[in-house]
T-cell receptor, first 111, second 113 residues
């Protein structure tokens, strides 16, 4: 199965700062998804993107579907301690319900 | 509340033993999935099922088996043929075969005694 490239792999940020992460692929996707995983728990869906160029927000989170359909980014504004966790991107092709996942970004927020 | 329930949370297996991980959903989702997660890795697909009584192998199906006798249930058996079973196992479901996001359970951590 295909793996997506997520960078950076880990980030240490000061509370209150913004953080951005991106996800790239050599393939085109019809859907981009962003998940957050807390230790010992399953990933929780944060944002789903369905159209190239789409920009969607969920509270302090904003994600965009790249216009080439080969990338996506996620931004967290004004980080707080509970933002700590692993953020995964996933791509999906129309008509194929299998997801390709990135390896995740570990975010650590320093109070 | 609707959701996906995985049990047990922690499971220990002896060498040569088969173990079964449970996954139940009350979301009325057609499709269900099993993933394996290793430290620092993305999720790898073991098996998936788009409809009752049908399932397909994912990328790492060797040493695993599944069944889908009911829409709400998709148990995973880790057989003795799986030589490195220690991992975090995640079950997911989605509404249909089109581009609907998958929703995950809270996982089962399997360890070898």
């Amino acid at each position: 199965g295909q793996q997506l490239n997520q960078s950076p792999q880990s980030m240490f940020i000061q509370e209150g700062e913004d953080v951005s992460m991106n996800c790239t692929s050599s393939s085109i996707f019809n859907t981009w998804l962003w998940y957050k995983q807390d230790p010992g728990e399953g990933p929780v869906l944060l944002i789903a993107l369905y159209k190239a160029g789409e920009l969607t927000s969920n509270g302090r989170l904003t994600a965009q579907f790249g216009i080439t359909r080969k990338d996506s980014f996620l931004n967290i504004s004004a980080s707080i301690p509970s933002d700590v966790g692993i953020y995964f991107c996933a791509g999906q092709l129309y008509g194929n319900n299998r997801l390709a996942f990135g390896k995740g970004n570990q975010v650590v927020v320093i109070p | 509340d609707g959701g996906i329930t995985q049990s047990p949370k922690y499971l220990f297996r002896k060498e040569g033993q088969n173990v079964t991980l449970s996954c139940e959903q009350n979301l009325n989702h057609d499709a269900m999935y099993w993933y394996r997660q290793d430290p620092g890795q993305g999720l790898r697909l073991i098996y998936y099922s788009q409809i009752v009584n049908d399932f397909q192998k994912g990328d790492i199906a060797e040493g695993y088996s599944v069944s889908r006798e009911k829409k709400e249930s998709f148990p995973l058996t880790v057989t003795s043929a799986q030589k490195n079973p220690t991992a975090f196992y995640l079950c997911a479901s989605s509404t249909d075969r089109d581009v609907q996001p998958q929703h995950f359970g809270d996982g089962t951590r399997l360890s070898i005694l």
